[in-house]
């Protein structure tokens, strides 16, 4: 079957799309019919940076997959990428991120030339 397969991200290419920062705290407090009570307080996590899409990548008929812009609050300004496509039935995408200004890859986002060809 001829199909669009997506890799996605190496396990350090999520992580940096999975990093959080505590913007506030919740506080609660909860009180049980028998009178007694409890309380605390848990973080509010957020992403640690906005997306801007600078452009929908199409490999595959309908298939779309946005490529982003990633404003860091540390002031890093890091980009997604396609880092390779090799045809197997259709397109592999492998993506990876990089420096938006320089396009300098984040070494331990790039996939192995081994992962790609055994793709």
Partial sequence: ???WQPQGFTAAGNGILQEMVQIGTRSF???FLDGTSNS???PIMAKAY???VYETHNPWYDEKED???LRFNDGRVLETYVQAEPWSSGPCTFYAI???VTKEPIPETLWSEDQIANA
């Fill in 1 to 3: 079957m001829r199909c």
């Fill in 29 to 31: 407090v909860d009180t």
């Fill in 40 to 42: 605390g307080t848990h």
């Fill in 50 to 52: 906005t997306e801007e």
């Fill in 67 to 69: 490529l982003l812009i």
């Fill in 98 to 100: 990089r420096d938006h």
